[in-house]
């Protein structure tokens, strides 16, 4: 079965630190991915997301993700992280099998003003 | 984009009881997926309901526990059946919406 794994549960960083949040993902095949952003008590936003061409992907409000093909990989960056980012950031893959959206365990990150 | 209304936003449920969440999408959408979000934790995709056919179940999840109902292509239901506290959850529904997926804002349910 499809899976998707992030590797940090939470996160700590002061302001203006750079940020890195990985995900994997485990299907051999084509697939569609997303991060989301879901802020305290708010619901499920899309900060980005790869479907097909370039594999750096540039999202809303700084954020970005590279697709490593290879390493089955899709992590999120961030030049510089502002307190306003606190929020739980969660992976997510599509496969070609149902169309059903499959989620990572989130990362919660907290930026310290 | 595709706007879901969900309803209720909340409820509080005596355990043993039922609760049935709805969701309706301003336009027609083929499949209608259904998580579940518990505390502290990431969504669970709980099944797929597509219109004119039995909703499809991910491992764990069974139909006498969370029946789904889809009567047409703007709609469907989702009901927590026999509740216990470990349903206490977010649930939430999500359509294909272009190349991502929209969500209904989700419903804080609490069993006690």
């Known amino acids: 079965a499809q899976s998707v794994s992030q590797h940090n549960h939470h996160v700590i960083l002061s302001e203006a630190a750079s940020l890195e949040l990985g995900c994997n993902y485990s299907?051999?095949?084509?697939?569609?991915l997303f991060w989301y952003v879901q802020y305290p008590g708010q619901h499920l936003q899309l900060l980005l997301k790869y479907f097909s061409g370039d594999p750096l992907v540039k999202g809303i409000k700084g954020f970005e993700a590279e697709f490593i093909k290879s390493k089955f990989s899709f992590n999120l960056r961030k030049p510089s992280v502002q307190w306003s980012d606190t929020a739980e950031y969660f992976c997510a893959v599509r496969t070609n099998q149902g169309g059903k959206l499959i989620f990572g365990q989130g990362t919660e990150l907290s930026v310290k003003p | 984009s595709a706007v879901i209304s969900q309803k209720p936003s909340r409820d509080i449920c005596q355990r043993g009881t039922s609760l049935t969440i709805q969701c309706q999408v301003d336009s027609q959408v083929t499949m209608m997926f259904w998580y579940r979000q518990q505390p502290g934790q990431s969504l669970t995709l709980i099944a797929t309901?597509?219109?004119?056919?039995?909703?499809?179940?991910e491992s764990g999840f069974v139909i006498d526990k969370f029946p789904i109902s889809r009567p047409n292509l703007t709609f469907s239901t989702l009901t927590v059946s026999n509740m216990s506290p470990e349903d206490s959850s977010i649930y939430l529904c999500?359509?294909?919406?272009?190349?991502?997926?929209?969500f209904g804002s989700g419903t804080r349910l609490t069993v006690v």
């Open positions: 999500s359509v294909p919406q272009g190349y991502g997926y929209t």
């Open positions: 299907y051999g095949g084509t697939v569609n």
């Open positions: 309901a597509n219109q004119g056919s039995e909703a499809t179940y």
